[in-house]
């Protein structure tokens, strides 16, 4: 099967728009093909603000996901890759998913044959 989280990026990113709220990515600025504004990363990674308004031509992609839009007045053209997208979520109210970054994208292990591990689940505010 296909990766999921390109289908929850483009699913989650709707559901804020529609509810009229601002879509924020959370991005691994450290990802080789990322192309971003490196003055505004912190902690090597960067917080985009894809609401419609703020960016032209965005396409939430497989593999990336592109836009234009502007920092500090200049054109640029961004590329997030998908697997470096950590989180999407509404800025207004800090709803919506993190990923997990050591996720892999997909596996042809049924669940149930899965070997169990002993880590729990971590969870972190992203605000």
Do not use: C
Request: negative net charge; without cysteine.
């Amino acid at each position: 099967m296909t990766p999921l989280k390109p289908y929850l990026i483009r699913s989650l990113y709707e559901w804020i728009v529609d509810n009229e709220m601002t879509p924020y990515l959370l991005v691994d600025a450290q990802h080789p093909d990322a192309i971003l504004p490196e003055a505004f990363i912190e902690n090597n990674q960067i917080v985009l603000n894809v609401r419609p308004e703020a960016i032209q031509n965005l396409s939430l992609g497989d593999e990336d996901v592109e836009f234009n839009t502007r920092f500090s007045g200049r054109p640029m053209h961004i590329i997030a890759p998908v697997n470096a997208i950590l989180a999407i979520y509404a800025k207004e109210n800090g709803q919506g998913m993190v990923f997990d970054p050591n996720e892999e994208e997909s596996s042809n292990i049924p669940p149930n044959d899965k070997k169990p591990t002993n880590k729990r689940p971590q969870l972190r505010i992203v605000k």
